[in-house]
């Protein structure tokens, strides 16, 4: 079965500095790719996916993830982050079918 | 066009009890998915619902069950409520151009908060 694992529970980072937030996938097939944010009391909202083609992906928000099939990741980043960013960020792959399956989460918070 | 809604958006309810939580989906989507999220457990799927038939099941007992009407609309329906099925309920449509076709980007609601005592 496929799983993701995303390798940090919490990040903190300050105000405009960057961002990294890991998610490893275990997959022998190709895979479709997400990335989900969660704001408090609110529903997940897609950030970006990939399905196939440039192995760099843009999202909005000023997110991207970069793709790397050999090292089965599927890194999230962004160059300066905003305190707005705050939220639960979801790594999530799809193994077939119409459903989802998601890592348990990275908590990003913003420090002024 | 309007988003995914969910009614109610809060629920308390207790042991042994049962509920019902409604879903109606982005229009003209005819795929709902329903999944449970939980601080234990994470975000996993319950089971998806394309034309008024359940298609995929996740790994939940059978006191989780669900329904498609005819206009999309979905219900789930948990009996005999446990301390553990406190949990974010969330429903996410999707538009389905072939049946058993590639995955179809899904739209979530912003969920349903299901509180046991």
């Known amino acids: 079965a496929q799983s993701v694992t995303q390798l940090d529970s919490q990040v903190p980072v300050f105000e405009e500095a960057p961002v990294e937030l890991r998610c490893n996938y275990s997959?022998?097939?190709?895979?479709?790719l997400f990335w989900y944010v969660q704001y408090p009391n609110q529903g997940l909202q897609l950030l970006l996916k990939y399905l196939s083609g440039s192995t760099l992906v843009k999202g909005i928000n000023g997110f991207e993830a970069e793709f790397n099939k050999s090292q089965t990741s599927f890194h999230l980043r962004k160059p300066s982050v905003h305190i707005s960013d705050t939220a639960e960020y979801f790594c999530?792959?799809?193994?077939?079918?119409?459903?989802?399956?998601f890592g348990q989460g990275t908590r990003l918070t913003i420090n002024p | 066009k309007a988003g995914v809604t969910q009614t109610p958006r809060y629920l308390i309810k207790t042991r042994g009890q049962q509920v019902t939580l409604s879903c109606s989906p982005i229009s003209g989507h005819r795929s709902v998915s329903w999944y449970q999220q939980t601080p234990g457990q994470g975000l996993q799927f319950l089971f998806e619902?394309?034309?008024?038939?359940?298609?995929n099941k996740g790994n939940f007992p059978g006191r989780f069950s669900g329904r498609q009407f005819s206009n999309s609309r979905s219900e789930m329906n948990v009996s005999t409520l446990e301390l553990g099925d406190s949990a974010l309920y969330l429903c996410a449509s999707s538009t389905i151009l072939l049946a058993g076709g590639p995955y179809n980007e899904q739209f979530f609601g912003p969920g349903t908060r299901l509180t046991v005592l």
């Open positions: 619902y394309f034309s008024e038939t359940q298609r």
């Open positions: 997959s022998s097939v190709s895979v479709y």
């Open positions: 999530a792959v799809n193994p077939g079918a119409q459903k989802l399956v």
